[in-house]
């Protein structure tokens, strides 16, 4: 069965340093990945995805995503944060192709200090 | 163009009531998907529609239940409702199936049980 991995329940970080979050996930073929950011008391905003092409990915508000099959990782960064991107981040993967259902992992928390 | 509209925000119920949740989303999608996030269990996906068709279920007991409607709109309901099942009940939409999709959140319902 389709999983995701965050391996970093936590991650703080200073303003202005770059930032890499983890994500591992096991799926039989071409996976379908998104990353999703959760601010507290609010949904699910996306700010990337990857089906199939380049697997540098660029997202909103600065953020890219790097799909590594041979890893089965799908890693996201940031060059430079900024305290706005204090928050949580989840790595998902589609359960299948005919299927919106997504596999969630358990999500990163980023905490940034000015 | 609005973004998957959720209503109510916030409701507060009482063990044993029932509840149901509304879910509009974005113009020109149909379908609608929903997820159950709470502290212990992260997010678990509950069931999806896609033109009034329930396509996909999650692993939820049977007074966990759905609808759609011709115009995409979903409703989510919860019968005889536990403590455990206090959570923040999201909403995603999407205009079609398959890969390359990209699949919408809404703000979410929360759900405190009393």
Known sequence: AQSVTQPDIHITVSEGASLELRCNYSYGATPYLFWYVQSPGQGLQLLLKYFSGDTLVQGIKGFEAEFKRSQSSFNLRKPSVHWSDAAEYFCAVGESYNTDKLIFGTGTRLQVFP | ?114
């Open chain 2, 1 to 114: 163009k609005a973004g998957v509209t959720q209503t109510p925000r916030y409701l507060i119920k009482t063990r044993g009531q029932q509840v149901t949740l509304s879910c509009s989303p974005i113009s020109g999608h149909r379908s609608v998907s929903w997820y159950q996030q709470t502290p212990g269990q992260g997010l678990q996906f509950l069931f999806e529609y896609f033109s009034e068709t329930q396509r996909n279920k999650g692993n939820f007991p049977g007074r966990f239940s759905g609808r759609q409607f011709s115009n995409s709109r979903s409703e989510m309901n919860v019968s005889t409702l536990e403590l455990g099942d206090s959570a923040l009940y999201l909403c995603a939409s999407s205009g079609r199936q398959g890969p390359g999709n990209t699949i919408y959140f809404g703000e979410g319902s929360w759900l405190t049980v009393v």
